[in-house]
């Protein structure tokens, strides 16, 4: 393994997320889709590799010279992009090794997704490929991102083409976390690398796991799979990876027939459920119960220091949501905290009763003078006393402007007082209000998660990853 | 049990939901909460019948006359709405009584859920309620709102007063479901009857399970509930509702740790979660999985008709989302079909390998000419085959015009040929985008959810009620 924080210049990865040079191999007819979009998003996410667009049928796309074919190309291309009919791939593997390429990201479908002669394409792809010394991701892939080079390769158009950079890293079977399909302009905490492994014939999951675990701009790691290649070493290379950068998968196809429409969709095999739930203990890695949790959960990895235990605090405006959540915290060996006898004094002087977990505020503010006022200490309180070593804070929104700003002064008091991780819910009579205050909470680096029951599976993962790096012991639900 | 559609004139929740006068005891100073937002909540919603304000320290509020007592009150009052002092409650009840009043809604908190102190009050209000034959909801209650009259006695400000009439009822032992904890404005099917049971010292769901039955307002019940009192008379009311009207349940409090959390919100008592489940079979409830389900999962109920077996047709335009949800449908008994003969063909006739389940329009989309008026035709055929039973269509939100008004013309021709439930999830670049889109699709009259797993939750959860109310078979998960 190399250093941790560098990255040998020869790693598979190194060839897809930081190329010198990349040939856009496909259509360049305006669309919301292919070469077109591709070198568009290339200009507009400010990489300043060099792109050669290659199609025998154009000239020049989006001020660049289109070269007929990539012989034609005056120079080594390290990286080709193709999106040309399955057929003729495997051909252009052997062009791309006449240009010097050793990395290939194979756009097009009609591959082992598709039927036994799409397979026998595959196979082919991959035996040349091998035989040139070239790396493929895909085929049937979105493609690659990476937020440090501005190289963001888009086949679709996703109407944005910069990502905010931050620690996040995702690496998916499927397209669905490619910018196309997910607002990342909302997700505050940023992105480092994005990855589709497509039908994943080659690089897989493990060698992006060996690339970001000495990658200094990724900090947390969210796997999609539905299927895994070699569990000897994904075990070998996650174990090394957890002990410094939470990994966290979803993995679909668990039930017969999932894994069935998995063989279909990018033509892989499935792994019994239960072999590789074994498998994520051992590793450290931390499964995720849907999709959306691939941009959710890592949140809080990207913002809150872990916990140093599993006991919670509850800052609510109603009594329900503390009942709802105690329920989730279960799974995760969360559970309610009782408030050291300071704390609780200090609460039941404000407000009588104010001092039992789950605090609930809802009848204090109904009573008391300054009710805005006196939340944020409450909250302050809560957060500081030693007893709690992770607060889940329940945010009313509601449209009045003095309310917003009270709750600002809640996450300012928290901030400048504790290194606790701290998860926020949000619900109101305006949606428009809540996601105002959604945004002004994750600018102020707190994330805000879209249920009760998010924010405790937020913060129960991030209190077994904590076990599980301190003690070595395999993580349990 | 009276006749279906006809409600008794002396149902307990008649006086509830559909008083012809209100007394409003509390605070009318001007705020967020109290007196003040009852009187304006009832006048901005368009109640007819009387409001009584009653406090000695004011003299008018909203513009009506406020009297120093219940007892000035020149006529009978059939629902008092109280926010006094815990202290104070019993001793109203026997001043509600000498006006004829016969239901009360109490506010006020610092009962049961607060100490031993407490409980001994809410015991008192309640042996001095039965001596006077007066019926409770509360103590610790948001109240209630009835849609079909415009009697919405809210006591937090929502910022906004009327709410869409529509068949979904929500009852919870919670405010948590009322107008300022959730933006009913953008639940598009509407509502017709919202009820805080509080403490739950006396009405309960049993009692609002009775009324809702026989409710020409209301199709659909959703309940939240942290415990019951008697499940005999549960299962004896839920069994003959469920026959006609599907019966949705979120309970909390299943493990031993949400239990106790229970005990301290409402002071209520907890049952054991497996012999609730045992109930719910045997009575054709519902169960939901989370808090927000009793929000969602009603839209499905409300809008589409019931399957008439389990089998899922997809239309995707990413792959992956097809194997993440079979997963899903396994829990329901809903299983992935495969096309009849003549669909297959003629899909595959559009573009090869198109007729296969999921039906990926992905490929599709990047090949074919007119790809968005392709797309509903292929949506149409799936949706209108003999092996389909209900249909999971995924959305791509892009902001282009073109691509919003295709969707819309792919709604009509499913809207024009079948009578199948569609569930609808939406993904793409841009939130905004993504929420007009599902407004439009809302406003044709199918529901959108926020996540595939939840699209699948939604249609397993109406084939679950199909099977129980056609085969009487207890339901399963």
Known sequence: MPKAGKIPADHVFSRFFEPGSIAVIG????????????????????????????????????????YPSLKEVPQEVDLAMVMINARSVAGMVRECARKGTRAMIVVSDGFAERDEEGARLQKQLLDIAGEEGIRIIGPNTAGVLNTANGFNPS??????????KGPIAIGAMTGMTNPQ????PDLYFGMSKICDFGNKCDVDECDLLEYLAQDPDTGVISLYLESIRDGRRLIK???SVTKTKPVLVFKSGRTKEGAR??????GAMAVNDRIFDGLCRQAGILRLQEFKDLFEIPKMFASQALPKGGRLGIVTITGAVGVVIIDEGARYGVSLTTLSGETKQALDEIYRGLGTMPVDIGPMMAAVKNPFEIYAEVVGAVAADCNVDMLFNVVWANPAEVIFNS??????????????????????????????????IETMGFPVFA???????????????????????????
């Not at 399909?181 to 990342?184: I, L, Q």
């Not at 709750?407 to 009579?429: N, S």
Request: proline share 4%; aromatic share 16%; hydrophobic share 40%.
């Open 27 to 66: 259509s360049f007819k305006e669309s919301f889709f292919g070469g077109y979009v591709i070198v568009k998003s290339l200009l507009k996410a400010g990489y300043k590799g060099k792109i050669f667009p290659i199609n025998p049928a154009y000239r020049e796309v989006h001020g660049l010279k289109v």
């Open 261 to 266: 429409a998995s063989a279909s969709h990018t």
């Open 237 to 239: 290379i996650a174990k």
């Open 451 to 477: 249920s009760p029951e998010k924010c405790i599976q937020a913060l129960g993962l991030a209190w077994a990853y904590k076990r599980y790096t301190v003690q070595g012991a395999r993580y349990t639900e």
């Open 155 to 164: 086949a679709y158009d996703a109407g944005y083409y910069r990502i905010r």
């Open 181 to 184: 399909a997910f607002a990342y």
């Open 407 to 440: 709750y600002l002064k809640v996450y300012e008091r928290i901030k400048e007082r504790i290194q606790k991780p701290v998860a926020t819910w949000i619900y109101g009579p305006s949606s428009e209000a809540a996601a105002d205050m959604a945004k002004g």
